[in-house]
């Protein structure tokens, strides 16, 4: 199984590095024949305006569209705005998931925080509290079809959504030493 990391911009490094802790073999994405051969896909957090242009910029959208329907794909925030059919603003996206998504609903870099959550589908690995870092995230003011939500702050804010094989959340699970999100992911191939 080979996991595909979109390495365009952003902090794909991060998530290459756990995925190798798990023994998981991985491929940098920036070109449209990277994406032969994957099991699943990370498209990393970072800036997704700058994620969206340089995707336009190597002809990436339509074959990621393409192969968006037969694998897992999972975007910690810039990667959820990246997959949402709705934000606030205008910019290139993926769009193909049924959500809509408020960008940088937290304020800016400054008002940057940790919390811990309580994610259900993770319980399967270990019950404890989900460490979850939040760096001008985005919220999900809405998540439509067969998407549903599978984590919330405490005041019922969205955090993170899944619709069949495909995860988005506003945090960064590669920042931290808990692997169990990486792991939900992999569980989804
Ligand atoms: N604020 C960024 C954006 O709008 C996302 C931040 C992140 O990925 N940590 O794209």
Known sequence: MKIGILALQGDFRE??????????????????????????LIIPGGESTT??????????LEPLREIAD????????????????????????LGIMDITVERNAFGRQVDSFKTYLDIPVLNKFNPKPYPAVFIRAPKLAA???????????????AVAAQQGKWLVTAFHPELTEDDRFHRYFLSLI
């Not at 994620?51 to 990436?60: D, E, T």
């Open 51 to 60: 994620i969206g242009k340089l995707a336009v910029m190597y002809n990436l």
């Open 143 to 157: 998540v439509r079809g067969n998407g549903k939500v599978i984590a919330e702050l405490k005041d019922g804010t």
């Open 70 to 93: 037969g694998i897992p794909i999972w975007g910690p925030c810039a990667g959820m705005i990246f997959m949402a059919k709705e934000i606030d603003q205008e910019q290139p996206l």
């Open 15 to 40: 998530h290459i590095s756990v995925l190798h802790r798990l023994g998981i073999e991985t491929a940098e994405v920036r070109l449209p024949e990277d994406l032969t051969g994957l099991s699943g």
